[in-house]
């Protein structure tokens, strides 16, 4: 309890202290913060009243400081801000946006400076202490490790989604507008929430900036980054699927619509077109096709355990790969995951595209409880319509080998996948079709290629 309440008032410091110095970096210039410091110093040297230079130098570059400061205080332009960002970008893959900045005043605006914000998500104390327990801190010295303000800072940083620098802006001249094209580099998956835009404009001295604040939201979201996978050389069944595509979405007993007919007895209700029997007066049934086509599954397992969140990231990865893969035009995928409950979604031949699922996957969450059972009986439903399962995860364990093990029962191809702790572990092939296969999440491309090429000379 003494050890919850110390830590909570310790990020309330880590919060003070990094919004203290952020205000000083986004408010002076390179030059003021350059004679802040300069008059701190020669502070401290004024105290012995031998040094009255110091004192001088110091009353002087603080008047110096404080007329900058006083110089942009009624700085209040008329400008408006138009933000026009893309539905979505890509993690780890450089894209712009475009910002209009329109001038309804009588004066040409000079030397402005543009500074996005997006919204910024403190981490609470369990974040905190679950990081420290992952997060690996290899690079910083004892205190820093000890203190824990670095990682921190890496989690405020990484909560933003994206790091933007500060832009120069043209003139602006009066009653006209200007474009400026910013970049945008996303360090992680998910929404980015963009929530303000300042401007700022530095005092005729050049030591300190004045703000123009304007409110201006928008979001957009953040894809899984993606590695080129070579095609799976799997020799497939195509297998029955009665009721055809619509079957694919669903559990239940959904069908294909073709084409009407005329109420047989012992046709079920379900069947009948309503529409149709208003118009006519008499019952019509709908008439369904029954297909046959290839269905893989993609089965990602959310629970995290003890890894590290870049390891699950490194899953997410690797599943939005293996989405984006080439695939035949006749066969379809489910992604299944779980998170208060398991979920299906289906891609393929007209029944939803790459990119929704991929934003579906953006925003998923690992978990800290194993509920991968309740995968393996949601599975069990429909494994006699697969033609191949892949799996992807961070741990490895006996319901899972079960899981797999009946896969290959059932002579089901199966590839799984898991990303180790060890970063320095080298990857090789499982031995066999349904063990799994390890891929280190700094290498995920060049471990992947290898257990293809190795499924591929298998299957040979």
Known sequence: MIRSWILTRVLRSFRTVSRLSLWFEMRFTALGRLLCTGAGAAAIFGIDPNQTVALQLAALLFAAVTVAMLTSIRWRPRLEIQRVVPDTVTVDVQTTYVVTIVNHGAHAEVGLILADCLATQYPNADEFRRTSRTHSEGRTNWFDQY???????????????????????????????????????????????????????????????????????????????????????????????????????????????????????????????????????????????????????????????????????AVISIAASFIQSERPSDSILDLVFIEQNVWRLTTGRGLSNNRQILLQLAQLEATQTDKFSDITSYMER??????????????????????????RHRQLRCLALITPDDPDLVTYPATGLGQPNTVRPTHIAEDIGVITQALVGHAT
């Not at 990484?158 to 910013?182: D, W």
């Not at 970049?183 to 005729?204: C, H, Q, S």
């Not at 429909?382 to 490895?396: C, K, P, Q």
């Open 147 to 313: 203190v824990g303000f670095p990682r921190w800072l890496l989690m405020v940083r990484k909560s933003r989604g994206a790091r933007l620098e500060p832009i120069s802006i043209p003139i602006i001249p009066a009653r006209g507008s200007v474009n400026v094209t910013a970049p945008l580099r996303a360090i992680r998956r998910g929404k980015l929430v963009f929530t303000n835009v300042e401007l700022r404009r530095p005092d005729p001295l050049g030591l300190f900036f004045a703000r123009h604040k304007i409110e201006q939201y928008a979001e957009l979201v953040s894809l899984p980054k993606r590695y080129p996978i070579p095609p799976l050389s799997w020799v497939s069944e195509r297998h029955f699927h009665r009721g055809g595509l619509a079957l694919a979405t669903t559990v239940g007993d959904s069908e294909e619509f073709i084409g009407l007919r005329e109420y047989r007895p012992g046709d079920p209700l379900r069947h009948i077109h309503w529409r149709s029997f208003a118009k006519r007066g008499q019952p019509v049934v709908k008439v369904h096709q029954d297909e046959y086509f290839d269905r893989h599954a993609l089965v990602i397992d959310t629970f995290l355990g003890h890894c590290a969140p870049s390891d699950f990231e």
């Open 382 to 407: 429909y494994l006699d319509r697969l033609a191949s399962v892949i799996m992807v995860g961070t741990t490895w364990g006996l319901t899972r080998q079960e899981f797999v093990n009946e896969l």
